[in-house]
């Protein structure tokens, strides 16, 4: 009956290990506390009214109650509501409106003693850990872990025989068992707040560990601190109650909720209405509490599903028929060659229901692959690379979909084709690799089974025989000793090696396409190269194609035939990949390569490194103009029109500006300094980029 | 491996025995705070100051205090508890005859929680949707409602108004296993309703997460069926929270069953601990705490190891 561990929110998976709780380490700031969330539902707003009601009609109770607690009506007793006992009467006629609202005020008082011992010790534990360093954290963590694996009921009921029903005692007591479970809770997030950058800041300015935790420490605390309470309040009033049940309340005649269920329970045969009221006020209160804790608690926006739900793929298969109907039959020429890819005015975006609804996140792409040729996406991050990546094997994250355009794979629209469908098409025709290979393995599984199963499952072979391949497989993307490596867990290999595995796992299916999401960016720069000749390799032989994404212009150089250069959610120019990097005609295109240390040669590297000023802006925040003006050192008043993609004239090339040719005339410069007022035109650019000093603020926040 | 294997299994029993060890000493010093003399309270009111003295004497209640702990230890560990101070008997005997009450209670509502937890928790987070927010509405309540209540309301849905189940007591599995079955339906169902919401909450934050990693995108770009990457790559991956969450369950009901003892009148440890705190009975408080501990103690060593199974990395270590 006693929790030996602080419950989390209904929607935050518990930390479970010590493991889980180094790597909360990894993320943000939590949050500070804002009110606003309390009455952002619809169950806290009603627990909210609720517990105020209750606060207020028991603390003014006598005023208005219209019996005492121990008035005895002998002519109703055992009776059920009426008009002179709106909730009915006990064995000895007490009125139970009356008593349920007199012991209100006791029962939730004396609940606040628990959630002021357990928060507020759990919370000084968790700060003193997380201040006093690794030494301190164990031997904290090694005597909550002692108290947490306490039988706390029972320790709580030898402790009622040491010192007798003394409640406000008990419920700081219990208070203190529960403060391991806070203290674990609170952990995670104090050394969180503990490692940002701006602590490490007032540690070197001097301020004392005192002074960081209470100024830096425990305001960011503070929004679990209230959840916390609002959940161990509910906690509290359950105990408090359960006690009172077994005869440890309060003494008698004075009532508690427990002690009048109790009564009730003697009554089940004769009077079952007496347990209704009593349970119910109960039941509600800690219903509020918890809808309190839990709305406080939400998680603002989880990450997103690889798998998205039944519900959300039923929804999605009916965006998939709208885009069918609305898209011209494929045309299917016999002429298609086997193995081209053509992409044609391709949109994502946000799904309607949810956050950010309606959100454009990468509009009309246009772009072919060849069969075995290379083709790079280019552009920063936030530029829609990957969902267009993504779109190509129908994996888009939850909530994101193709809203329009066709994806053209050997004549056949997969833009159109159900999720079912796509099952034939995925590992068999276009394969992925991605970024992080160690997360891109299934942590629990061998890599034998992993590979073993994806190839019995494309290519329809015995256990045996699929074994044999996935020796053959591993080799051929250079691992040499393969045996070893089959019996390994992805978590006893390097990243380099993880990778060859995504890649073997990748041609498992003997894929036709490789859509490659920025293979080498997680890895060493030797491993990198290594990969990526692995890659090229790969495409001679195999004479497969691959969509290769990448924000490296040195990649690109290396292994791609064509690039499309994308920023913000548009292709801005592609083209052959050698006339583009020798003669790139979009001014973003030209700032990559002047900002790229590795496309400058040795001989004419300039003083300065050039740099693009701002940020991509937010796909919210996209003008109707040029997307790239705001931050473009040639921008004029032309460019707050749309732009259409036109030919750039250097061979098939297509070019997204209105002054790329007067650009390619006047041979003009990406320049390495700010921008100059002289060329600094009347462009108000629609979100000031984010300054040094709103960063900052928002990580002081 | 071997080795290492062995040397966890050691440090982590030897820590086991050393948390025993410190509620040992903590749970004396609380028996030894109870208002009251084992001679006052065996002899009950009116006995005489002599006869009290006499029988504080004989039960080395003199004695320096850890003279009196090492005393109790030594025969502890030999099975042997002291006597109750209300009756005469044996706590060890009266504790082993409790022991398979609360055990079976226990038991069977972990695992109707589990069954419930995992499927309902599984369910809630595979199909999304309404069918969600049906279960999380549901599982929001049950974890709420205090198991006394519902108990009462099960009582007169199941045992008076229709007489499915007998509303009280307990029938030994020796004697009649359908009967022993039918005495703990009621209160296994009233502990499983909150147990149950509980996993189901543990187990779908879970499977969610599981769902978001990374190698998830991995198996649907290699066409694994969907069937294969719930309930086999995400279930597997959830396994580990979703055990952790199913031996705090075990803890909880194994001390939640103090409410289910009083309320369908089930002769297990619960109602010793209330029986024994309400007559100062100190050996049997002192029995009944070192007995708890040990099989919560237990219980978080099996946990730990089948975490240390269940996570390759943690294996492998």
């Avoid at chain 1, 606060?55 to 002998?74: C, G, H, I, M, R």
């Avoid at chain 1, 357990?118 to 904290?140: D, F, K, P, S």
């Avoid at chain 1, 940002?196 to 002074?211: C, F, H, M, N």
Wanted: glycine share 10%; charged share 15%.
């Amino acid at each position: 009956m006693i929790p030996n561990v602080a419950p989390a929110p209904a929607d935050q998976a518990q930390p479970t290990t010590a493991a889980d709780l180094r790597k909360t380490r990894r993320q943000g700031a939590p949050k500070k506390f804002t009110g606003s969330k309390l009455f952002g539902s619809f169950g806290s707003i009603a627990g909210v009214a609720w517990l105020a009601v209750l606060v207020a009609a028991s603390l003014t109770a006598p005023l208005w109650l219209p019996f005492k607690t121990e008035d005895q009506d002998f002519t109703a007793v055992l009776s059920g509501p009426t008009a002179a006992h709106w909730l009915g009467t006990d064995e000895l006629g007490r009125d139970l409106l009356s008593r349920i609202f007199a012991s209100a005020a006791g029962t939730l008082g004396t609940s606040i003693i628990t959630v002021i011992v357990a928060v507020g010790l759990g919370t000084l534990l968790a700060m003193l850990a997380a201040a006093a360093g690794e030494r301190v954290e164990n031997a904290v963590s090694r005597v909550t872990e002692i108290m947490m694996s306490l039988p706390g009921t029972v320790i709580i009921l030898a402790v009622i025989g040491a010192v007798g029903t003394n409640i406000p005692m008990i419920m700081g007591i219990l208070g203190v068992l529960i403060s391991a479970g806070i203290y674990r809770v609170m952990l995670g997030q104090a050394k969180s707040l503990q490692s940002q950058l701006y602590v490490d800041a007032a540690k070197v300015d001097g301020v004392s560990t005192a002074g960081i935790s209470l100024r830096h420490v425990l305001p960011g605390l503070t929004n679990t601190i209230v959840v916390q309470a609002a959940l161990i309040f509910a906690v509290g009033m359950l105990i408090q109650a359960g006690l009172a049940f077994i005869g440890f309340g309060p003494p008698i005649p004075q009532p508690s909720w427990g002690g009048m269920i109790q009564g009730a329970s003697q009554h089940v045969y004769d009077a079952p209405w007496m347990m209704v009221p009593t349970g119910a006020g109960l039941a509600l209160t800690v219903l509020s509490a918890n809808a309190i804790g839990n709305a406080l608690g939400k998680a603002p926006n989880a990450t997103a599903s690889h798998l998205p739900s039944a519900a959300a793929r039923r929804q999605r298969a009916k965006a998939v028929a709208t885009i069918a109907s609305a898209a011209p039959a494929p045309v299917t020429q016999d002429g298609v060659a086997k193995g081209t890819l053509s992409v044609r005015n391709l949109s994502v975006g946000v799904d309607s229901t949810g956050a950010g609804s309606g959100v454009r996140l990468v509009t009309d792409v246009s772009f072919d692959v060849e069969q075995g040729t290379v083709l790079g996406l280019v552009g920063e991050s936030g530029c829609g690379k990957t969902m267009t990546a993504l779109s190509l094997l129908g994996l888009l994250p939850s909530g994101v979909s193709v809203t329009g355009g066709q994806i053209l794979w050997n004549g056949r629209n997969l833009a159109a084709t159900t999720d079912k469908a796509m099952e034939t098409v995925r590992g068999r025709d276009i394969a992925l690799i991605s970024q992080e290979p160690m997360r891109a393995l299934d942590p629990m599984f061998t890599v034998g089974y992993q590979l073993t199963a994806t190839i019995r499952r494309l290519r329809g072979m015995g256990k045996a025989e699929a074994r044999e391949e996935a020796r053959n497989l591993l080799e051929k993307v250079g691992i040499v000793d393969a045996a070893r490596i089959l019996k390994t867990y992805p978590h006893q290999i390097s990243g380099g090696m993880a990778q060859r595995v995504a890649i073997a796992l990748a041609l498992a299916g003997q894929p036709k396409l490789l859509v490659a999401d920025e293979p080498t960016t997680a890895l060493d720069v030797t491993v990198q190269a290594e990969i990526l000749s692995l890659l090229r390799s790969l495409v001679t032989d195999t004479g497969m194609s691959v969509v290769m994404v990448t924000h490296d212009l040195g990649v690109v150089a290396d292994i791609c035939d064509q690039v499309a250069v994308m920023y913000a959610g548009q292709v801005v120019e592609n083209g052959r990949t050698d006339s583009i990097l020798d003669n790139p005609r979009h001014p973003y295109t030209l700032a990559l390569l002047a900002a790229d240390p590795h496309a400058n040669h040795a001989n004419d590297m300039p003083e300065r490194l050039a740099t693009i000023q701002g940020q991509v802006p937010q796909p919210k925040d996209w003008p109707t103009g040029c997307r790239f003006a705001a931050r473009c050192q040639f921008a004029g008043s032309a460019c707050l029109e749309p732009v259409p993609l036109l030919p750039s004239g250097a061979g098939e090339g297509l070019v997204r500006c209105v002054k790329a040719d007067q650009l390619a005339v006047e041979g003009m410069d990406w320049l390495a300094t700010d921008v100059p007022a002289a060329r600094a035109l009347e462009i108000t650019p629609t979100q000031n980029p984010r300054s040094l000093q709103t960063i900052v603020e928002k990580d002081l926040a | 491996m071997e080795v290492t294997m062995a040397l966890f299994i050691t440090k982590r029993l030897l820590m086991a025995l050393a948390t025993v060890l410190v509620v040992a000493v903590l749970a004396f010093l609380l028996v030894h705070a109870m208002p009251g003399s084992p001679g006052a309270v065996s002899l009950g009111a009116g006995a005489s100051q002599q006869a009290i003295d006499e029988v504080n004497q004989r039960m080395g209640w003199n004695d320096p205090l850890p003279a009196q702990f090492f005393t109790w230890l030594g025969s502890a560990v030999q099975g042997d508890l002291g006597v109750s101070l209300i009756d005469g008997r044996s706590v060890s005997a009266d504790l082993a005859s409790r022991l398979p009450v609360t055990a079976s209670l226990a038991a069977g509502a972990t695992v109707l929680s589990a069954v419930l937890g995992i499927g309902l928790g599984v369910t809630a987070a595979v199909r999304g949707g309404v069918v969600d927010r049906i279960i999380g509405g549901v599982a929001g309540m049950a974890v709420a409602l205090p198991a006394f209540w519902i108990g009462i309301i099960f009582v007169y849905l199941l045992a008076v108004q229709s007489s499915v189940f007998p509303a009280t007591g307990y029938v030994p599995f020796e004697s009649s296993p359908q009967d022993w079955a039918l005495s703990l339906a009621l209160p296994v169902i009233t502990l499983a309703v909150g147990g149950g919401a509980f996993i189901a909450r543990q187990t779908r934050a879970s499977m969610l997460e599981a769902l978001q990693q990374e190698h998830i995108r991995t198996l649907r770009a290699t066409a694994t069926p969907t069937w294969k990457i719930l309930y086999v790559h995400a279930l597997r991956y959830a396994s580990l929270p979703i055990v952790a969450g199913i031996a705090l369950q075990f803890i909880q009901l194994f001390g939640g069953s103090v409410i289910a003892e009083q309320l369908f009148a089930m002769p297990g440890l619960g109602q010793a601990v209330q029986n024994s705190v309400s007559t100062h009975d100190a050996p049997s408080v002192q029995g009944v705490v070192v007995i708890a501990t040990v099989v919560v103690v237990a219980v978080n060593l099996v946990l730990e190891l089948a975490t240390k199974f269940l996570d390759p990395k943690l294996r492998a270590s």
